[in-house]
C-alpha cells in the first residue's frame, strides 16, 4: 500500500483517541495517523465552552497537519452531536479551502453511517451532562432519527471522561441496546469505549459505533486506506 497518512484535530484533555487511533492502525502497513491539539477543556452550553469550537483554532492545527502532508483532515471530536452538523460541514469546507486537503468529522462519519444502514431508532451512550445530552437527542429527532434510550454519566470536564471504568460503560451500552435499538452509538472520543465494541456486538447482535471509530472510517475512506481492520468491531472490519 502506498503511504497514508492521517491527520487528526484533537481535543487538548483528550487522552484516549490518540492510543485508540494508533492500536487500530498497528496492523496497517503504510498508514500512520499524526495529531495537532486545539484547547477543549469543559463540555457544556456555556458561552466559553462553546466558543472552544470557534473556527480560528481547528483551522490553525488544519495548516499544521497540512506541513505534514497529510491525505485527509480529521476533527475527531464530537461538538457537532449538540451544535448541529451543519457547524461540521462548514468546518470541513473551511478546512479544505485553507489546506486543498480532504476534511472529515467524527460525527459526519457517523451521520453517513446511519444514513447508509438506515438505521432509524438509536440507543445512545455518553459521559455528558443534561443539558448536553439533550441537545444531542434533540438533533438526531431533527435527523428523522429517534433515540429511543440513552445513557450519560452528567460530566463536564473533558478530562475526566477518560476515567470512566469500561464496566461502566459496558453496563451503560447493555441497558440502551434491550431497548431494541437499530444500533448504539457512544459519542465522545475520550471514552474508552472503543476496545469494548467487538466483544459487545456479538454479545448483544447489533452495530455499536464509537467515534474515535467512526473517524477513523471516514479517514480511511478518504485516503484510500480499503484494507479491513479486525478485533474493533463490524464497521472497521469491512461487514
Not at 441497558?175 to 459519542?187: M, S
Request: with cysteine; proline share 6%; glycine share 10%.
Amino acid at each position: 500500500m502506498t503511504n497514508r497518512r492521517l491527520g487528526m484535530i484533537t481535543p487538548s484533555s483528550n487522552t484516549v483517541l490518540e492510543p485508540v487511533c494508533a492500536a487500530v492502525t498497528v496492523p496497517l502497513d503504510g498508514v500512520s495517523v499524526h495529531f495537532a491539539r486545539v484547547p477543549v477543556t469543559e463540555i457544556s452550553l456555556k458561552p466559553r465552552a462553546l466558543g472552544q469550537f470557534d473556527p480560528a483554532p481547528m483551522l490553525a492545527a488544519a495548516r499544521l497537519l497540512a506541513d505534514a502532508k497529510v491525505d485527509v483532515i480529521c476533527w475527531n471530536g464530537t461538538s457537532a452531536g449538540w451544535l448541529g452538523l451543519d457547524s461540521d460541514r462548514a468546518l470541513c469546507r473551511a478546512i479544505t479551502a485553507e489546506t486543498g486537503i480532504p476534511a472529515t468529522t467524527s460525527m459526519l462519519a457517523l451521520d453517513e453511517i446511519l444514513a447508509g444502514a438506515g438505521h432509524r431508532r438509536l440507543g445512545l451512550v455518553t459521559p455528558y451532562e443534561d443539558p448536553v445530552q439533550t441537545a444531542i437527542v434533540a438533533a438526531f429527532e431533527g435527523q428523522g432519527i429517534a433515540c429511543v434510550a440513552e445513557e450519560h454519566c452528567g460530566l463536564t470536564v473533558n478530562h475526566a471522561f477518560a476515567g470512566i471504568e469500561a464496566g461502566t460503560i459496558e453496563g451503560m451500552i447493555r441497558r440502551v441496546a434491550a431497548a431494541g435499538p437499530d444500533a448504539v452509538a457512544v459519542i465522545c472520543t475520550n471514552m474508552k469505549a472503543a476496545p469494548l465494541v467487538a466483544r459487545l456486538e456479538a454479545e448483544l447482535g447489533l452495530p455499536i459505533y464509537d467515534s474515535v471509530l467512526t473517524a477513523l472510517w471516514s479517514s480511511f475512506r478518504i485516503a484510500g486506506v480499503t484494507t479491513g481492520v479486525p478485533g474493533w468491531g463490524r464497521l472497521l472490519a469491512g461487514r
